[in-house]
């Protein structure tokens, strides 16, 4: 079974700049979240999407970001303008339900955005 | 939400048991512990997660005392591959939407 897949695995970019993420989560998981952790800082939650349907997005930094999920598959993250602080790497995650607990979350591999 | 506190960094080597400590001082009655792994240029990694008392898998052990306050990861005989950071979690994650709140970690160094 395919994991998460995400890409680009790199991204460098100037200031002001647009960039786009996208995320493949495992096939069937209804939940998928964006994470991201900038330079020397912890990883921190940005969005959760259950299907289509933006379920928490309390994390998302301001409004230059912004997350789709057209159709409950894939999911696109884009960041317009981009600032020097967007700078670190965002990782996606899925998972079939949230679960009891903290349930089980399958972690991509990770963007490198770098903004110069 | 319960805050999680761990050792930031510690050392070992291949063929010992390592035990990681993870103080939950005012972890909550439906709160769940769980870890996770993270190697370099990689996602996180679920390890494993626990309520109370031991659980154990096929890559670790998690030892919960009865006030639930703490919990110890345990890894045994450590390989160079087990090289990482090391993430206590503590939360009833379904309640919060399902987002994991991630602490600083602690980074693990297996020596030859």
């Known amino acids: 079974e395919a994991g998460v897949t995400q890409f680009p695995s790199h991204s460098v970019i100037e200031k002001g700049q647009t960039v786009t993420l996208r995320c493949d989560p495992i096939?069937?998981?209804?939940?998928l979240y964006w994470y991201r952790r900038v330079m020397g800082k912890e990883i921190k939650f940005l969005l959760h999407?259950?299907?289509?349907?933006?379920?928490?997005e309390s994390g998302m930094p301001n409004n230059r970001f912004l997350a789709e999920r057209t159709g409950g598959t894939y999911s696109t993250l884009k960041v317009q303008p981009a600032e020097l602080e967007d700078s670190g790497v965002y990782f996606c995650?899925?998972?079939?339900?949230?679960?009891?607990?903290?349930?089980?979350?399958?972690f991509g591999p990770g963007t490198r955005l770098t903004v110069l | 939400l319960a805050k999680t506190t761990q050792p930031i960094s510690m050392d070992s080597y291949e063929g010992q048991e390592v035990n990681i400590t993870c103080s939950h001082n005012n972890i909550a009655t439906n709160d769940y512990i769980t870890w996770y792994q993270q190697f370099p240029s990689q996602g996180p990694r679920f390890i494993i997660q626990?309520?109370?008392t031991k659980v154990t898998n096929e890559v670790a052990s998690l030892f919960i005392p009865a006030d639930r306050k703490s919990s110890t990861l345990s890894l045994p005989r450590v390989s160079l591959s087990d090289t990482a950071v090391y993430y206590c979690?503590?939360?009833?994650?379904?309640?919060?939407?399902?987002?994991?709140?991630f602490g600083q970690g602690t980074e693990l160094s297996v020596k030859p």
């Open positions: 979690l503590v939360g009833v994650f379904y309640n919060q939407g399902g987002k994991l709140i």
């Open positions: 995650a899925s998972s079939l339900v949230p679960g009891q607990g903290a349930g089980e979350q399958f």
């Open positions: 999407f259950v299907k289509e349907s933006k379920q928490d």
């Open positions: 626990g309520y109370k």
């Open positions: 096939s069937g998981h209804d939940n």
